[in-house]
């Protein structure tokens, strides 16, 4: 029987696995920070790409600055976020916040105390100590973006890249909005492959009824079709706070759907909780038996 040009011997197929996984083995596991999150996904696990969507408010920035301050902090593993959305002045406002201290104070600051003055000065301490590198150029190409990230990996040892909306990047000539998604994540997946890290892009998905849960077919018509995320994309999962919709019980839950998973679970969502004074996301507490 003559074969198609689509078919592929099984074994090929069993021994790239094989290999993938070996190579995944040999590489150290990065824990979050998030205790529901490790035990689902292991802990980031280089070569990875992360896709992380959200509604607008869902606090997509407050994770990915979790993740970086607990990977950077706990595990000494140096961090790289482009932050094109906000400023880096606004990104340490917002690390200040997740370390109690009143944002709304930032813009009069004769409202600050003294404790809390003393508070910021043991976060910059902090800060000054930690592997945490930030870039908030507004616009730039999947060309520049590269070659950035090339140099933090071989300069300051990089391991863990976030990217906080990458719907940022800027593209020459006219491509469909499919196109555009699939070059930036095959861009994403050839930096992960080429410099053995972990990559994490969050993304803010829209509609004119936001109360809706997002779902694979809505990342179809944002451009992302699941054969690109089947081929570029390690997990790919959705943020969502019922609070931003008047719909929070008084817990301030959160719930963190993975919905592609090529490794492992998918179509499993994981249970956080939203501290709205700190902007900051934390395992659940556990529940008493008695």
Do not use: W
């Not at 896709?51 to 408010?57: D, I, M, Q, Y």
């Amino acid at each position: 029987m003559k074969t198609t040009e689509n078919t592929t011997k099984l074994y090929s197929v069993a021994h790239e696995c094989m290999e993938r996984l070996v190579n995944r083995a040999m590489n150290p596991i990065i824990p979050t920070g998030f205790s529901v999150i490790d035990n689902l996904v292991g802990g980031f696990q280089s070569p990875q790409v992360i896709l992380l969507a959200g509604r607008p408010c869902a606090g997509k920035t407050a994770l990915l600055l979790n993740l970086a301050m607990n990977i950077a902090k706990n595990e000494s593993v140096p961090v790289a976020i482009f932050s094109p959305g906000h400023s880096a002045a606004q990104m340490v406002f917002k690390i200040f916040a997740q370390n109690g201290i009143d944002s709304s104070k930032f813009c009069d600051t004769s409202k600050l105390l003294m404790e809390e003055l003393s508070t910021i000065s043991k976060v910059e301490d902090t800060l000054k100590g930690l592997p945490l590198y930030i870039d908030d150029t507004q616009i730039q190409t999947l060309e520049e973006f590269a070659s950035k990230v090339g140099k933090l990996v071989k300069e300051e040892g990089v391991k863990v890249i976030f990217i906080d909306r990458m719907e940022f990047f800027e593209f020459s000539g006219t491509l469909t909005r499919a196109e555009r998604k699939s070059l930036t994540l095959q861009t994403l997946r050839q930096l992960a492959d080429k410099f053995n890290i972990t990559i994490i892009a969050s993304e803010r998905f829209r509609t004119i009824n936001d109360l809706k849960p997002i779902d694979l077919k809505e990342f179809e018509e944002k451009g992302y079709s699941y054969e690109t995320l089947k081929e570029f994309v390690d997990i790919a999962a959705v943020l969502y706070r019922p609070a931003v919709y008047g719909k929070d019980d008084g817990t301030n839950s959160a719930e963190l759907t993975v919905l592609h998973n090529r490794n492992g679970r998918r179509d499993i969502t994981l249970e956080l909780q939203f501290v709205p004074d700190l902007y900051s996301f934390k395992d659940v507490p556990a529940k008493d038996n008695d």
